[in-house]
């Protein structure tokens, strides 16, 4: 149906940057969202941003001014630009379709990535 490739993960240190991309394939007619997740150890995951067939963005708090989200439809591939890197942003960071129209498929789906360890140490 739909499948999800995430890389671009790794250690950093502080302040640094990373790019993480996660490309959807599989008989996509269509994808509304497309986004990013992350899970620390021992915390719930969270949005970290994400971005609509249409141009709307949205930025958790803690990131807004140093990730940015963007999207090329053609391709189904999504990217995390992430800089000013800080020890707290370490996670597991997981990408997200959702309402994505499958040729073939009645309804909507929804899929998750596998996940990519950002890690942000000295």
């Known amino acids: 149906q739909v499948q999800l490739v995430e890389s671009g993960g790794g250690l950093v240190h502080p302040g640094g940057s990373l790019r993480l991309s996660c490309a959807a394939s599989?008989?996509?007619?269509?994808?509304?969202?497309m986004g990013w997740y992350r899970q620390a150890p021992g915390k719930q995951r969270e949005l970290v941003a994400l971005?609509?067939?249409?141009?709307?963005?949205n930025y958790a708090d803690s990131v807004k001014g140093r990730f940015t989200i963007s999207r090329n439809n053609a391709n189904n591939t999504v990217y995390l630009q992430m800089n000013r890197l800080k020890p707290e942003d370490t996670a597991v960071y997981y990408c997200?379709?959702?309402?994505?129209?499958?040729?073939?498929?009645?309804?909507?789906?929804?899929?998750w990535g596998q996940g990519t360890q950002v890690t942000v140490s000295s």
């Open positions: 599989g008989n996509i007619f269509s994808i509304y969202a």
């Open positions: 997200n379709v959702d309402r994505a129209v499958v040729i073939g498929v009645k309804g909507y789906l929804e899929v």
């Open positions: 971005t609509t067939s249409v141009g709307n963005t």
